[in-house]
T-cell receptor, first 116, second 110 residues
Framework: EPEVTQTPSHQVTQMGQEVILRCVPISNHLYFYWYRQILGQKVEFLVSFYNNEISEKSEIFDDQFSVERPDGSNFTLKIRSTKLEDSAMYFC??????????????FGEGSWLTVV | EDQVTQSPEALRLQEGESSSLNCSYTVSGLRGLFWYRQDPGKGPEFLFTLYSAGEEKEKERLKATLTKKESFLHITAPKPEDSATYLC???????????FGSGTKLNVKP
């Protein structure tokens, strides 16, 4: 069964360092997402990406964050200068389309980011 | 503001003891309501999508139902392997993002 894959599974970084989280979405999917989950809290939307541009973003997704689809298969989340409060599980997700009917989003296993 | 509230926060059941989890939502035009299962340290695993009031979906011991204000996830004769956190999410019209509830942590004891 097709799945979303994420690397790394766990990363520890020093405050102020740049981090890139990588994802390979399901191959025929057109919409890509990043969500995050701080330990013990809700899953929160960060950004959605379609046709090589951001289609939606939340208030959390400030100038420290950026996303990119560098080639036909990878989708990345970059955090430019990490802060302690960026420590969370980051989930990549993808969906087949973003049409009028609700679209099921399939999640990867997550990248656990610890900022020290 | 669009919101999703799940109850109870935690539920302990004996194996075979059926129960229901609740997801109440307020959204400016429901496009879809989604149920996911999440195991510790893992990503949400898709279970069901419901689009309109009155709709029902079933999978093994799980059955999801939807009204105009809430959804229920019914668990019939649960087994220990059903222990997980069950997440509800809604998607509103004109948006692709999901609003998630805090989840119900289910523990099924043998």
């Amino acid at each position: 069964e097709p799945e979303v894959t994420q690397t790394p599974s766990h990363q520890v970084t020093q405050m102020g360092q740049e981090v890139i989280l990588r994802c390979v979405p399901i191959s025929n999917h057109l919409y890509f997402y990043w969500y995050r989950q701080i330990l013990g809290q809700k899953v929160e939307f960060l950004v959605s990406f379609y046709n090589n541009e951001i289609s939606e973003k939340s208030e959390i997704f400030d100038d420290q964050f950026s996303v990119e689809r560098p080639d036909g298969s990878n989708f990345t989340l970059k955090i430019r200068s990490t802060k302690l409060e960026d420590s969370a599980m980051y989930f990549c997700a993808s969906s087949e389309e973003g049409g009028l009917s609700g679209n099921t989003i399939y999640f990867g296993e997550g990248s656990w980011l610890t900022v020290v | 503001e669009d919101q999703v509230t799940q109850s109870p926060e935690a539920l302990r059941l004996q194996e075979g003891e059926s129960s229901s989890l609740n997801c109440s939502y307020t959204v400016s035009g429901l496009r879809g309501l989604f149920w996911y299962r999440q195991d510790p340290g893992k990503g949400p695993e898709f279970l069901f999508t419901l689009y309109s009031a009155g709709e029902e979906k079933e999978k093994e011991r799980l059955k999801a139902t939807l009204t105009k204000k809430e959804s229920f996830l019914h668990i019939t004769a649960p087994k220990p392997e059903d222990s997980a956190t069950y997440l509800c999410a809604v998607q509103a019209w004109n948006f692709n993002k999901f609003y998630f509830g805090s989840g119900t942590k289910l523990n099924v004891k043998p």
